[in-house]
T-cell receptor, first 116, second 112 residues
Framework: EPEVTQTPSHQVTQMGQEVILRCVPISNHLYFYWYRQILGQKVEFLVS????????KSEIFDDQFSVERPDGSNFTLKIRSTKLEDSAMYFCASSESRTGGSYEQYFGPGTRLTVT | LAKTTQPISMDSYEGQEVNITCSHNNIATNDYITWYQQFPSQGPRFIIQ???TKVTNEVASLFIPADRKSSTLSLPRVSLSDTAVYYC?????????????FGSGTKLNVKP
């Protein structure tokens, strides 16, 4: 069964450093998403991406965040200058275009980001 | 986009049917209701989606009344492995976008 993969599984960085979280969505999917989940809290939507541009973003997704699809397979989330409060699990998800059904999202296993 | 409200937690015993209700009072005509399951340290996993009335798949049923202001996820005969957090989402689709809101989730604890 196809799956979304994410690397690294755990990233430790110092405050103020830039990090790039990587995701490989399912190959025939056209919609891509990033979420974060602070330990013990709910899943929070960050951004959705379609047709090489951001289609939706939340209030959390401020100027320090950016997303990119640098090639035909990877989807990345960059945090320019990390803060302690960016420590969380970051999930990537993808969904195929709707064909009368749902935009079921397939989630990756997550990257745990720890900012020290 | 309509926000969702769910119970924070529920307890059940193995073999019982579990019903988790979600309210979404401000749901719009184009919105769908979707449920996801999340185990600790894993990403959410799609369970079921519906627009109105009843939808059933191999793992769950979703009941949506005519006014669509609430929905109920029904898990038949739960087992210990169904212990997880269950999220109710309202999703809105457009040609090149979809909006959704993850609520706080319901932590289901299945006991032996």
């Amino acid at each position: 069964e196809p799956e979304v993969t994410q690397t690294p599984s755990h990233q430790v960085t110092q405050m103020g450093q830039e990090v790039i979280l990587r995701c490989v969505p399912i190959s025939n999917h056209l919609y891509f998403y990033w979420y974060r989940q602070i330990l013990g809290q709910k899943v929070e939507f960050l951004v959705s991406f379609y047709n090489n541009e951001i289609s939706e973003k939340s209030e959390i997704f401020d100027d320090q965040f950016s997303v990119e699809r640098p090639d035909g397979s990877n989807f990345t989330l960059k945090i320019r200058s990390t803060k302690l409060e960016d420590s969380a699990m970051y999930f990537c998800a993808s969904s195929e275009s709707r064909t009368g059904g749902s935009y079921e999202q397939y989630f990756g296993p997550g990257t745990r980001l720890t900012v020290t | 986009l309509a926000k969702t409200t769910q119970p924070i937690s529920m307890d059940s015993y193995e073999g019982q049917e579990v019903n988790i209700t979600c309210s979404h009072n401000n749901i719009a005509t184009n919105d769908y209701i979707t449920w996801y399951q999340q185990f600790p340290s894993q990403g959410p996993r799609f369970i079921i989606q519906g627009y109105k009335t009843k939808v059933t798949n191999e793992v769950a049923s979703l009941f949506i009344p005519a006014d669509r202001k609430s929905s109920t996820l029904s898990l038949p005969r739960v087992s210990l492995s169904d212990t997880a957090v269950y999220y109710c989402l309202v999703e809105r689709y457009g040609y090149n976008f979809n909006k959704f809101y993850f609520g706080s989730g319901t932590k289901l604890n299945v006991k032996p």
